[in-house]
């Protein structure tokens, strides 16, 4: 159930501090551009790398501002019957079979019944339309950059004029417009059509001042020494030429199985047994376990700084 709504952020400050309440700490620009997509009842296009943050942004926005979150996972081959809508089926069949057997099967306002909103199953970019009781809705439309390229023409209707024509139905609009946040991780490049209906902003890794920031406000519990250095490493790890360097949810991820092992610093057998938590690739491991075994952890960490 979502907590009671609140109201948008009336400055770009506001917008930072709604985030921070939710424990995202955003930078000046992000806090920007979601203000000014806001204000404008625009659609913010986020791309960056995974993990730096973009799902995120639109998880703590529903939160903080009690809204309802509807979230579109996109993937090859997502068509408009999994994103949009589509007809329930067997439902017709039965409610033509009733006819026929009443005498009203040759009727031609049957096909008219068939096609009434009771038998549309609504899928995320059609329900992020109706209007709920928080109010407008946040319409996650997470790694864009997955789907088919013909996809993206689906959502051109929606993310310029809030509405999705259903030849059977006709136009169905939304009366309030919904929080639309699009995310990709640039696995290949988005239609510019799709960009140009959007504010755009571009989600870079943290640096270590705001990465720490961001480890303390979502475990506080951590203490100062090993945060600072679990921060350290991470961005020492960024550095490398890894196949898939760790994001923001491995540094929480890795601080808080540090945590469980009651872990008060980094230490190299408590690293190394820990990888796996950080890293996900068995090369990226074997070369990181290569420049611990040469390096130590302390130089390590002092190269990161």
Known sequence: MSSPATALPSSIDDTAELLRGGGYIADRALATSLFLALKLKR????????GVGKTEVAKVLARTLGRDLVRLQCYEGLDINTAVYEWNYPRQMMAIRLAEASGRGQEAALARDIYA????IK???????????????????????????????????????????????????????????????????????????????????PDAARERAILKARLPNAGEKLS??????????????????????????????????????????????????????????????????????????????
């Open 43 to 50: 659609p913010l296009f986020l791309e960056g790398e995974a």
């Open 117 to 120: 909103p009771e038998y549309l």
């Open 123 to 205: 899928r995320p970019l059609l329900r992020a339309l109706e209007p709920h009781k928080s109010g407008a809705p946040v319409l996650l439309i997470d790694e864009l950059d997955r789907t088919d390229e013909p996809f993206e023409a689906f959502l051109l209707e929606i993310l310029s004029d809030y509405q999705i024509t259903i030849p059977e139905l006709g136009t169905m609009r939304s009366t309030e417009p919904p929080i639309v946040i699009v995310t990709s991780n640039r696995t290949r490049e988005v239609h510019d059509a799709i960009k140009r209906r959007c504010l755009y902003q571009w989600l870079d890794y």
């Open 228 to 305: 600072a250095q679990v921060v350290a490493f991470v961005q020492m790890l960024r550095g490398l030429e890894l196949f898939k360097p760790p994001g923001l949810a491995e540094t929480i991820d890795w601080a808080q199985a540090l945590m469980v092992l009651d872990a008060v610093e980094l230490e190299q057998g408590a690293v190394e047994a820990t990888l796996g938590v950080v890293l996900k690739y068995q090369d990226d491991i074997t070369r990181v376990r290569g420049e611990i075994a040469s390096r130590g952890i302390e130089q390590a960490l002092v190269a990161a700084r």
